[in-house]
């Protein structure tokens, strides 16, 4: 026998997404993989686009002179402006992608949602003789 600990929150809702996801884990477990996966990307290239960020506002508060002139700023800002297109099609493509994962997901709900009912319903019925 195998047992698989579950951290119950009080709420029915709350235990009902963590079953979700151990419902999704069991039965579709590359779809479970690929909302992590996902979720990671979207966590990379958000850290990326920061560092971008920082990096272009170092450069220009470092610089003294003509901005124009800077050829070494010019090439920075054109790389920042490459890398956060790119960027930003890859958070749109990632966003795409967890809205397809939310709608599979959300086949296995009802499981979920048995489970924590029943949970639920356990925990109220040794209330009944107090």
């Not at 992590?36 to 170092?58: G, I, P, R, W």
């Amino acid at each position: 026998a195998k047992t698989t600990l579950i951290d119950f929150t009080v709420t029915i809702k709350g235990l009902e997404e963590q079953l979700l996801g151990k419902v999704i884990g069991r039965e579709q477990k590359a779809l479970e993989e690929q909302l992590t996966q996902v979720l990671e990307e979207v966590n990379s290239n958000t850290k990326s686009l920061m560092q971008l960020d920082a990096s272009l506002l170092e450069r220009l508060t470092s610089n003294s002179g003509d901005l124009l002139e800077d050829e070494e700023l010019i090439a920075v800002l054109a790389n920042t402006k490459a890398k956060a297109a790119e960027v930003n099609t890859k958070l749109i493509a990632a966003d795409e992608t967890r809205s397809n994962i939310a709608e599979k997901r959300e086949q296995f709900r009802p499981a979920a949602t048995r489970g924590s009912v029943l949970y639920f319903s356990i925990v109220e019925m040794s209330l009944v003789n107090v």
